[in-house]
């Protein structure tokens, strides 16, 4: 979509989806407390004036942002937890190994860095990332209690438990690829999450 923003002298047309893409790499490479509006102006190729005038204030273009960021990266960690003919234990590697993968661009991810601190002017902010992992954390466990009526979790596993600890794991990766980790690494954090999973959620005892 076009927006003319109105300024002194001619009428300057953007882009307006162009210009969030650009804000949405602004985000996440410095967050929400550290993109400053001369940061995003300057990688929007616009002024705060239009900035203002297309998306409100920052708070808001944020929210647009994780919104474009969302719906690029969300799929896939539904697809992979809700891939056919996959067991629970598949699943959540699947999701993890494809978060190593996108991570490995030593990027991270929005949804865990956008805000890492609480403070009086990003709260509202804080809270919504908050509650967006949480929503992630709750397909883990969803997964998890169909692996029990498919019978490839035990019935004692606690579910809420070991959500809660894949839901870390995926969370860590991305703070450990902000954090120079490689690939390699990252892929040999889920290794090691993966050989947890026995002793998380015990064998499966099926009847003779």
Not at 28 to 41: C, K, N, Q, V
Not at 47 to 61: D, H, I, R
Not at 72 to 96: F, S
Not at 185 to 201: E, R
Request: aromatic content about 6%; proline content about 3%; hydrophobic content about 40%.
């Amino acid at each position: 979509m076009t927006i003319v923003a109105k300024e002194r002298g001619r009428p300057r047309k953007f882009d307006r989806d162009q210009v969030l893409r650009q804000a949405m790499e602004v985000f996440l490479d410095r967050g929400y407390d550290g993109a400053s509006i001369g940061d995003l102006t300057t990688a929007m190729g616009i002024n705060a004036p239009s900035l203002y005038a297309a998306f409100g204030c920052k708070e808001a273009l944020f929210r647009e942002a994780l919104d474009l960021y969302v719906n690029a990266a969300g799929p896939r960690t539904r697809d992979e937890l809700h891939k056919r003919d996959v067991t629970a234990r598949g699943a959540i590697e699947a999701m993890l190994r494809e978060a190593a993968r996108r991570f490995g661009n030593g990027r991270g991810c929005l949804v865990v860095l956008g805000a890492t601190h609480r403070t009086a002017d990003n709260e509202a902010v804080f809270h919504d990332l908050a509650e967006r992992r949480n929503e992630t954390q709750a397909l883990i466990r969803r997964r998890l209690k169909q692996g029990v009526s498919e019978g490839d979790v035990p019935a004692t596993t606690d579910i809420a438990t070991v959500a809660a600890f894949y839901a870390t794991v995926l969370n860590g990766l991305s703070l450990q690829a902000r954090d120079g980790a490689s690939r390699k690494q990252l892929m040999g954090v889920v290794d090691c999450a993966m050989k947890a999973w026995d002793g998380l959620v015990g064998p499966v005892t099926r009847p003779a």
